[in-house]
């Protein structure tokens, strides 16, 4: 099959994925549009949002749906690197077993990432970055598709520990969660407190999102439209010359490298989900907001002015 014929073939399934997905979770377009655009440029993602949004309900459905395994963790204060990661136990032959940890799955949810202390958080985002675990000087590669998408809750600050940003970096995606609108809240209660279940179908195999995964990479951009990219990023940060007024006085520190990498590779996504060949300058304005928000950093006097991160990045765009 051809490169324009795989992305034909894209475009219906995605269409098709919506749809599945939707038997489930009414309304979040947005959202499940950023997840599903992440996992297609083999990406992470970074929930954030108050409890009772269907948060691990939106994440097992679309599971499901690709066909991919699903594991989720609750992330604890007492939680151990080793209780994500496994570990080796002596077996009945007295020799040492390596038992899975469940880090060793497609798809993995972090539930409430920053509940849990640093050592842990690390040992999740070092299996993100490399794709794999190593335990006892013996490298594990970790399945592919492998996507992690983390929740974190953003009104209780007690007993937490933030993610720094160069870990934040990690993710490609900062998504929030926002609460349904007046119907959409009506059609949850309707659906969730009467008897129903749906039946999800899986209609996409690991392998199939590996190759898709691909065809993304191979898709080709213009320099205008990288040049734009890395433009934006760059003026991200106060020190550079070409900071805006706006930067120099709200932002204390900008985004890096992996912001312009990953502005392309979800311009890329976002295109071929469109049924487009190459993407354009519209289709980096599309990702950037989720893929800027986490890497610009404001500093005091956009927090006492109430200056959002999302007004300064609009104003870059």
Same mark, same amino acid.
Not at 225 to 248: D, G, L, M, Q
């Given at each position: 099959?051809?490169?324009?014929?795989?992305?034909?073939?894209?475009?219906?399934?995605?269409?098709?994925?919506? &749809?599945? =997905?939707? &038997?489930?979770?009414?309304?979040?377009?947005?959202?499940?549009?950023?997840?599903?655009?992440?996992?297609?440029?083999?990406?992470?993602?970074?929930?954030?949002?108050?409890?009772?949004?269907?948060?691990?309900?939106?994440?097992?459905?679309?599971?499901?749906?690709?066909?991919?395994?699903?594991?989720?963790?609750?992330?604890?204060?007492?939680?151990? %690197?080793?209780?994500?990661?496994?570990?080796?136990?002596?077996?009945?032959?007295?020799?040492?077993?390596?038992?899975?940890?469940?880090?060793?799955?497609?798809?993995?949810?972090?539930?409430?990432?920053?509940?849990?202390?640093?050592?842990? $958080?690390?040992?999740?985002?070092?299996?993100? $970055? @490399?794709?794999?675990?190593?335990?006892?000087? &013996?490298?594990?590669?970790? @399945?592919?598709?492998?996507?992690?998408?983390?929740?974190?809750? %953003?009104? @209780? $600050?007690?007993?937490?520990?933030?993610?720094?940003?160069?870990?934040?970096?990690?993710?490609?995606?900062? =998504?929030?969660?926002?609460?349904?609108?007046?119907?959409?809240?009506?059609?949850?209660?309707?659906?969730?407190?009467?008897?129903?279940?749906?039946?999800?179908?899986?209609?996409?195999?690991?392998?199939?999102?590996?190759?898709?995964?691909?065809?993304?990479?191979?898709?080709?951009?213009?320099?205008?439209?990288?040049?734009?990219?890395?433009?934006?990023?760059? &003026?991200?940060?106060?020190?550079? %010359?070409?900071?805006?007024?706006?930067?120099?006085?709200?932002?204390?520190?900008?985004?890096?490298?992996?912001?312009?990498?990953?502005?392309?590779?979800?311009?890329?996504?976002?295109?071929?989900?469109?049924?487009?060949?190459?993407?354009?300058?519209?289709?980096?304005?599309?990702?950037? $907001?989720?893929?800027?928000?986490?890497?610009?950093?404001?500093?005091?006097?956009?927090?006492?002015?109430?200056?959002?991160?999302?007004?300064?990045?609009?104003?870059?765009?």
């Amino acid at each position: 099959m051809s490169d324009v014929d795989q992305i034909k073939n894209l475009v219906v399934k995605y269409q098709e994925l919506k &749809k599945e =997905i939707a &038997k489930v979770i009414v309304g979040q377009d947005v959202v499940i549009e950023q997840i599903l655009i992440s996992i297609f440029a083999g990406g992470h993602a970074l929930l954030i949002g108050v409890p009772g949004l269907a948060k691990t309900l939106m994440v097992n459905t679309i599971s499901q749906a690709l066909g991919l395994q699903f594991k989720r963790i609750q992330f604890t204060p007492d939680l151990m %690197p080793s209780d994500i990661v496994g570990a080796e136990i002596l077996n009945d032959a007295k020799q040492f077993q390596f038992l899975k940890g469940p880090v060793f799955s497609n798809i993995v949810l972090a539930d409430e990432i920053n509940r849990t202390p640093p050592k842990t $958080q690390a040992a999740l985002l070092e299996a993100m $970055q @490399e794709k794999s675990v190593t335990i006892g000087g &013996k490298t594990y590669k970790l @399945e592919r598709p492998y996507f992690v998408l983390a929740t974190q809750n %953003p009104i @209780e $600050q007690e007993g937490t520990y933030p993610l720094p940003e160069a870990q934040l970096d990690r993710f490609m995606f900062a =998504i929030e969660l926002n609460y349904p609108s007046f119907e959409e809240e009506v059609e949850v209660v309707k659906s969730t407190t009467q008897n129903l279940t749906h039946e999800i179908n899986p209609l996409f195999n690991a392998q199939e999102i590996i190759d898709f995964q691909q065809l993304i990479r191979k898709i080709p951009v213009t320099d205008n439209v990288i040049e734009y990219a890395v433009n934006v990023v760059t &003026k991200t940060r106060p020190n550079e %010359p070409s900071a805006s007024e706006v930067v120099k006085n709200y932002v204390g520190w900008g985004a890096g490298p992996r912001a312009s990498q990953n502005l392309i590779l979800a311009a890329k996504t976002n295109a071929a989900l469109r049924g487009k060949y190459a993407p354009d300058i519209e289709d980096v304005k599309a990702v950037a $907001q989720g893929i800027l928000k986490h890497r610009v950093i404001k500093n005091y006097k956009a927090e006492a002015e109430g200056f959002t991160t999302h007004k300064i990045i609009n104003s870059l765009l």
